[in-house]
């Protein structure tokens, strides 16, 4: 079995300010981790992904995570926050034996960005 | 540069009305997935396909019944419709795990379905 946790509803930050969204996963073999936004009625749109290799990943506008195995971790950053970024965040994870190619999502996170 | 296509966008059913949401790629993915959106519970994958001819059950799929009938298309169905199915419903398509794959789903517009 497979899932994720996401454990803030929302987070606030001023704009300027480092952001970070929280993520957890379980899965019974190596995880395959992904982040998604959503803006207001709109799909989801990737962000950015961890497969194998360097545990801090880059993806769009800026974003990056940080993997953390011993905690079974894949935080969401970005050193500076743009009100454009205010939307909801998804945390995905897939065990890599899913045939399917399944994700699990998280609750979500929605991010409000201050001026 | 189309991608993923849900139709309808809104649609309003009565308790005990049919209904059929119709999802299309033209990204020539093997696979494809149902889920649908509510408030603090993220998205549940309902039903999902991983080709022509062959369908799955996800994490919620009591009530709900889907075709792939044609590689591009994946149909939910909903035989007679609960007010427990208000809800926004995503479609998305995968080209599969392979090489050339690099695991990300790529999301359609959602569905927004309330029942009355």
């Known amino acids: 079995a497979q899932s994720v946790a996401q454990p803030e509803d929302q987070v606030n930050v001023a704009e300027g300010n480092p952001l970070t969204v929280k993520c957890t996963y379980s899965?019974?073999?190596?995880?395959?981790l992904f982040w998604y936004v959503q803006y207001p009625n709109r799909g989801l749109q990737f962000l950015l992904k961890y497969i194998t290799g360097d545990n801090l990943v880059k993806g769009s506008y800026g974003f990056e995570a940080e993997f953390n195995k011993s905690q079974t971790s894949f935080h969401l950053k970005k050193p500076s926050a743009l009100v454009s970024d205010s939307a909801l965040y998804f945390c995905a994870v897939r065990d890599m034996n899913n045939a399917g190619n399944m994700l699990t999502f998280g609750g979500g996170t929605r991010l409000m960005v201050k001026p | 540069n189309a991608g993923v296509t849900q139709t309808p966008k809104f649609r309003v059913l009565k308790t005990g009305q049919s209904m059929t949401l119709l999802c299309a790629q033209d990204?020539?993915?093997?696979?494809m997935y149902w889920y649908r959106q509510d408030p603090g519970m993220g998205l549940r994958l309902i039903h999902y396909?991983?080709?022509?001819?062959?369908?799955a059950k996800g994490e919620v799929p009591d009530g709900y019944n889907v075709s792939r009938l044609k590689k591009q298309n994946f149909l939910l169905g909903l035989e007679s419709a609960a007010p427990s199915q208000t809800s926004v419903y995503f479609c998305a398509s995968s080209p599969g795990w392979g090489v050339s794959s690099t695991g990300e789903l790529f999301f359609g517009e959602g569905s927004r379905l309330t029942v009355l």
């Open positions: 899965v019974s073999g190596n995880p395959y």
């Open positions: 396909s991983v080709g022509e001819g062959t369908t």
């Open positions: 990204m020539n993915h093997e696979y």
